[in-house]
């Protein structure tokens, strides 16, 4: 099976790491706060100290990597904007294959990633349910992660494409 990164492994991505790892996949998950690791652990993934807003702290958390989930749509427009793409840079050097994008993090970020979908080919997928509905965002989000590692679920979507006209 294949490594997952969730980025910003709070609720919603303890969520998806406990369906992930059901499906056999090892995931990791990254949080600011050392005291969230126990959450983090208990939801079956391996926990690891970064900061979004330093993009240098995520980096060895990509190690070995296949889908890395960016689940900060909740985060500011600097997460999702020049964090990004940093990020999203740096994924070319790594064993990244495939790149999550929760929707809800705004137009500056979709555009991030759609940017690095045509710039470098790295896939897409995004989720585009809200937030605020559990059921629907995880079936979402497992379905993207799904469809970039070709076991079903949601295709990435083509870059041409917004979430609403899929």
């Known amino acids: 099976m294949a490594r997952v990164l969730i980025v910003g492994c709070g609720c919603r ?26 959450a983090i652990r208990a939801a079956g993934a391996e926990p690891f100290l ?6 240098g702290t995520l980096m060895p958390a990509l190690d070995a990597v296949t889908v890395a989930c960016w689940l900060m749509g909740t985060a500011g427009a600097q997460v999702n904007g020049t964090r990004l793409r940093f990020f999203l840079e740096k994924l070319v050097d790594t064993t990244v294959r495939g790149f999550v ?12 990633a759609r940017r690095a979908q045509q710039t470098w080919a790295i896939p897409l997928a995004t989720i585009a349910a809200a937030p605020d509905d559990h ?3 995880r079936e979402a989000a497992r379905g993207a992660v799904a469809g970039l590692l070709g076991g079903g679920g949601s295709p990435p979507l083509d870059s041409t494409k917004t979430p609403e006209k899929r």
Do not use: F, I, K
């Open 135 to 137: 059921g629907a965002w």
């Open 50 to 55: 970064a900061d979004p807003d330093r993009v």
């Open 101 to 112: 994008y929760e929707a809800a993090g705004g137009p500056d970020g979709l555009a991030e």
């Open 13 to 38: 991505g303890q969520g998806l790491a406990r369906e992930l790892v059901a499906a056999g996949h090892a995931v990791r998950g990254t949080t600011r706060d050392p005291a969230r690791a126990g």
